[in-house]
């Protein structure tokens, strides 16, 4: 099977939709992201980063509910596959071995 990638950001949008679990749509994933990373977010690039993991099969969309707030507009709530799943857990993995490789001393501060 081929093996897809992911990058930074787009791990990190795939690890917000598991933190909410069901209940990330794209204002909450962008609002979580930046609360938790301290990085600015626009709604724009975590759309887009949305629909790239959903054709890449790692999260699967469904409509909500209407709301008046919203308009009566419906929120598009996203979920993580077992795919994505996978992927998390297989980078979870590879970051561990590669954090265990790194010397002893290879990564000391100065002045710590």
Request: proline letters at 1%; charged letters at 25%.
């Amino acid at each position: 099977m081929r093996r897809t990638y992911l990058g930074e950001f787009e791990e990190m949008v795939l690890l917000m939709v598991a933190i909410l679990n069901g209940e990330g749509y794209g204002v909450t994933i962008s609002q979580a992201l930046e609360e938790h990373t301290g990085r600015s977010v626009t709604f724009g690039t975590v759309h887009n980063t949305l629909i790239r993991l959903e054709e890449k099969g790692f999260v699967k969309s469904e409509l909500g509910g209407a709301s008046t707030e919203r308009g009566g507009r419906r929120k598009r709530i996203f979920k993580v596959t077992a795919l994505g799943s996978r992927a998390l857990h297989d980078i979870q993995e590879l970051r561990k071995d590669l954090w265990q490789m790194i010397p002893f001393n290879s990564l000391k501060l100065s002045g710590l």
